[in-house]
């Protein structure tokens, strides 16, 4: 039986992947962990400990004494945030990364996922349709990061025969955790002011189309990936994904088919200009052609799910 590390249990995609892979293979196989507390649902479902990544020892001691096999690392500095904290953000970042994968080597894990972004894809970058190898010149420390981590798992792949596995999430939607300081956080924070307050003002210009994708889609495409058998996994570094593409403007329209009220007001900050240096849609024909990968959510049912599930939240 498989025994799950998912260190970051308590952030956006954590909280969620864990209790899906609680329903998979039992909540007692899978250990969730993180700096802090967690949603009670995780905390409660199965083992928690609070376990900090960068500590080496304590990392090492926790995967031997519970014959862990395979470890998602969530665990990061987004890209907001880092903005903040540069090299902090560099050092949580790369060494949480590579403890992680030296660990993997030393004990022999079975597998390793790790996320990238597409926070690595830069101006330079073709922004319609991205492709799957492309130029990536990111022009954020959180991007940066990504990009060398990719490197790192590819090397790992090639150089230990470590089965690494990684896709690049385009921007997360989810209505279990809120927004945790990254540049898409505003399709999250938009659901959560329409329904407080009918009222919204966004961080981004109204016509900054990004890719998005619902969470349970990214849920989804992770936990594919990672059953899949490693012959058939053909990138190392990681996989584009998309889902959905749309802007602050074509958002706040359709949740103005559910909320007439609605309003949305722009003054855009600092992370303008990171949107602006990313794509505006992803080419992820590699992870279809692969993983057999396709998103289930477009933006008219995300948008429904949100702001019935928010509303039953908030109440």
Same mark, same amino acid.
């Given at each position: 039986?498989?025994?799950?590390?998912?260190?970051?249990?308590?952030?956006?995609?954590?909280?969620?992947?864990?209790? !899906?892979?609680?329903?998979?293979?039992?909540?007692?196989?899978?250990?969730?962990? =993180?700096?802090?507390?967690?949603?009670? @649902?995780?905390?409660?479902?199965?083992?928690?400990?609070?376990?900090?990544?960068? =500590?080496?020892?304590?990392?090492?001691?926790?995967?031997?004494?519970?014959? #862990?096999?395979?470890?998602?690392?969530?665990?990061?500095? *987004?890209?907001?945030?880092?903005?903040?904290?540069?090299?902090? !953000?560099?050092?949580?970042?790369?060494?949480?990364?590579?403890?992680?994968?030296?660990?993997?080597?030393?004990?022999?894990?079975?597998?390793?996922?790790?996320?990238?972004?597409?926070?690595?894809?830069?101006?330079?970058?073709?922004?319609?349709?991205?492709? $799957?190898?492309?130029?990536?010149?990111?022009?954020?420390?959180?991007?940066? +990061?990504?990009?060398?981590?990719? &490197?790192?798992?590819?090397?790992?792949?090639?150089?230990?025969?470590? =089965?690494?596995?990684?896709?690049?999430?385009?921007?997360?939607?989810?209505?279990?955790?809120?927004?945790?300081?990254? %540049?898409?956080?505003?399709?999250?924070?938009?659901?959560?002011?329409?329904?407080?307050?009918?009222?919204?003002?966004?961080?981004?210009?109204?016509? %900054?189309?990004?890719?998005?994708?619902?969470?349970? @889609?990214?849920?989804?495409? %992770?936990?594919?990936?990672?059953?899949?058998?490693?012959?058939?996994?053909?990138?190392?570094?990681?996989?584009?994904?998309?889902?959905?593409?749309?802007?602050?403007?074509?958002?706040?329209?359709? #949740?103005?088919?559910?909320?007439?009220?609605?309003? #949305?007001?722009?003054?855009?900050?600092?992370?303008?200009?990171?949107? @602006? +240096?990313?794509?505006? +849609?992803?080419? =992820?024909?590699?992870? &279809?052609?692969?993983?057999?990968?396709?998103?289930?959510?477009?933006?008219?049912?995300? %948008? $429904?799910?949100? *702001?019935?599930?928010?509303?039953?939240?908030?109440?």
């Amino acid at each position: 039986m498989e025994n799950i590390l998912v260190i970051g249990s308590s952030g956006q995609i954590g909280s969620e992947l864990v209790i !899906a892979l609680r329903k998979l293979y039992g909540g007692e196989h899978v250990f969730a962990t =993180d700096i802090k507390s967690a949603p009670a @649902d995780v905390m409660e479902g199965g083992p928690f400990q609070i376990l900090d990544v960068l =500590d080496e020892k304590q990392l090492i001691h926790f995967v031997i004494r519970n014959r #862990i096999t395979q470890v998602y690392h969530l665990a990061a500095v *987004l890209s907001g945030n880092a903005e903040k904290i540069p090299q902090q !953000a560099w050092d949580i970042n790369m060494r949480s990364l590579l403890n992680v994968l030296d660990l993997a080597r030393e004990v022999k894990l079975k597998k390793v996922f790790w996320p990238s972004s597409i926070a690595v894809f830069g101006p330079t970058t073709p922004r319609v349709n991205t492709p $799957q190898f492309t130029v990536m010149e990111p022009t954020t420390v959180y991007g940066i +990061s990504k990009m060398a981590g990719e &490197r790192w798992c590819d090397y790992y792949f090639k150089k230990f025969g470590l =089965d690494t596995r990684s896709i690049r999430y385009p921007g997360l939607i989810s209505y279990k955790t809120e927004a945790g300081g990254g %540049t898409t956080d505003y399709a999250v924070e938009i659901f959560y002011e329409a329904v407080k307050h009918k009222k919204y003002e966004c961080f981004l210009q109204e016509d %900054t189309i990004l890719p998005m994708m619902f969470m349970e @889609d990214a849920i989804n495409a %992770t936990i594919e990936l990672m059953e899949l058998p490693s012959e058939k996994i053909s990138i190392r570094s990681s996989y584009n994904v998309a889902g959905i593409s749309f802007s602050p403007k074509e958002l706040a329209l359709e #949740i103005k088919k559910h909320i007439p009220e609605f309003e #949305i007001t722009y003054k855009p900050d600092f992370r303008q200009a990171i949107a @602006d +240096s990313w794509p505006q +849609s992803i080419d =992820d024909s590699y992870a &279809r052609a692969n993983n057999g990968w396709k998103h289930r959510f477009d933006l008219s049912r995300m %948008t $429904q799910v949100m *702001l019935t599930e928010i509303g039953k939240k908030l109440a």
